[in-house]
């Protein structure tokens, strides 16, 4: 096999980032994105290693039954949308797939353990999210590019009308490309660390229709900023807060610490789980609402709770897992490293009436062996932990404060089936696992996983 040979290909599987998988003759594993179990495909060899190859679609020969016509133009650019491509049945089917393999082969999981995925319905399939970061820049020709970056890379695929986000983030950022066009030097230069404008960041409260519109700016301010705030607050009555966020840093992280309010309020509000959460620019708040609730109600009757249980919730961020359950449990202690995100948890607390929490700042090892000393004995504890899921130490930590059940929420079926091994190798079994589509397009899935000691 070589670079550019085209070879015919049956697509029979799909990998777990969203690419379709076929073998040649010989038992090369070629991946390919953009294709669909059942394709039929001439595919143009891209990269060759010592048992696999990539490759890209010349052209489809025979179109599997799953595959619909995408209505992005830009998806395959923008590499977001991985199954825009796909029937939603088909896409669900595959996230199903992806969950069970991998607790089944890493963390040993019977198979019969994990239930049917949560779907969103066909109508919630796209206009989910409720934020969106959209990079400013300038192409080759000086022309203004607004979009997402490609996948694995820092050029903008422009497009003005992402189908995950709703109308409004549309027509706002249509009169912000207008502005920078206008004034296309204030555009910020990665290379060279010039110019101010780097993202438009926009938030809304799905329940309350508040919008916010951020700018994050090299600097806390820019020339002419008074027209374009004066004309976004004339032409939406939505934006109840404009922001400016100071990220002079030489970085590609979106966002800096320090906020600037230069219109109405600093944060906005939403309802989830029949709770009302503000929305800072830096404040966690999962991006789509009503798939989040029904994570959340997942959790809560793995949960299990009668009222009398200490419940802790490590990795609270803003604390919405943890209160959407304080009022059946006797106390709760939520644990974040985020001092920001402790200040909104508290907050939100205050804001619900809600008087049996309370929010550490700490690293979740150290609190939880910091809770274990003072004696505190959790009923249940709940996990939301990073991509790259919980340490050895803290679940052995865990396992150590005796809860009866452990919740288990993970955006990273990998690490889940790894640490479930884990878990096993502690005296807890795995009792049921469900998936969760928080993502529906993307190659995202995320899990809920009830842990019981044996």
């Known amino acids: 096999m070589n670079k550019n040979d085209i070879i015919r290909l049956h697509i029979v599987d799909m990998t777990a980032d969203g690419s379709g998988v076929g073998k040649c003759d010989d038992g090369t594993v070629v991946f390919v994105p953009d294709t669909a179990v059942g394709d039929v495909c001439d595919v143009r060899i891209l990269k060759v290693k010592k048992n696999l190859c990539y490759g890209k679609i010349e052209q489809i020969v025979e179109s599997s039954s799953d595959r619909v016509e995408p209505q992005c133009e830009v998806s395959t650019r923008c590499g977001g949308c991985v199954y825009r491509h796909l029937k939603y049945e088909a896409e669900l089917r595959i996230k199903q797939k992806k969950v069970y393999d991998a607790v089944t082969r890493i963390g040993k999981v019977d198979g019969a353990k994990v239930k049917t995925i949560i779907g969103a319905d066909d109508v919630r399939i796209d206009r989910y999210r409720n934020k969106a970061q959209i990079p400013v820049g300038l192409n080759k020709n000086g022309e203004v590019e607004m979009g997402f970056y490609s996948k694995h890379s820092h050029r903008i695929a422009p497009c003005s009308d992402c189908l995950l986000s709703p109308d409004i983030f549309t027509r706002i950022s249509a009169t912000f490309k207008e502005f920078v066009t206008k004034y296309p030097y204030l555009i910020y230069n990665e290379e060279k660390h010039s110019g101010k404008i780097r993202h438009l960041y926009l938030r809304i409260g799905e329940c309350t229709n508040e919008v916010m519109v951020c700018v994050v700016v090299n600097g806390k301010s820019f020339e002419h900023q008074e027209e374009l705030f004066n004309s976004i607050i004339e032409k939406y009555s939505e934006v109840k807060s404009i922001v400016i966020n100071v990220n002079k840093s030489k970085t590609n992280v979106i966002l800096g ?79 974040e490293i985020i001092d920001k995100a ?49 340490t050895e130490k803290l679940i052995d930590t865990i396992a150590q404060m005796n809860p009866t059940r452990v919740v288990y929420v993970s955006c990273d079926p990998a690490t889940l089936g790894r640490d479930l091994k884990q878990f096993e190798e502690n005296d807890y079994s795995v009792k049921e696992i469900t998936p969760v589509d928080l993502f529906p397009r993307t190659a995202h899935v995320e899990s809920v996983c009830l842990l019981e000691k044996e």
């Open 257 to 335: 610490y320090e906020n600037i309010v230069v219109f109405g309020k600093e944060a906005i509000t939403d309802v989830l789980c029949d709770l009302t959460f503000e929305l800072s620019p830096l404040a966690f708040y999962q991006v789509n609402r009503v798939q989040a609730q029904r994570l959340y109600e997942k959790a809560r009757e793995y949960a299990h709770l009668h009222g009398d249980e200490v419940l802790m919730d490590l990795y609270c961020g803003t604390g919405t897992i943890g209160l959407s359950m304080a009022k059946e449990c006797k106390e709760l202690i939520g644990v």
């Open 342 to 390: 402790i200040e909104n948890a508290n907050k939100n607390a205050k804001n619900n009436g809600i008087e049996n929490a309370r929010f550490i700042c700490s690293d979740a090892e150290e609190a939880a062996l910091k809770l274990k000393r003072e004696g505190i004995t959790p009923d249940v504890i709940v996990v939301d932990p990073p991509r790259k899921g919980l």
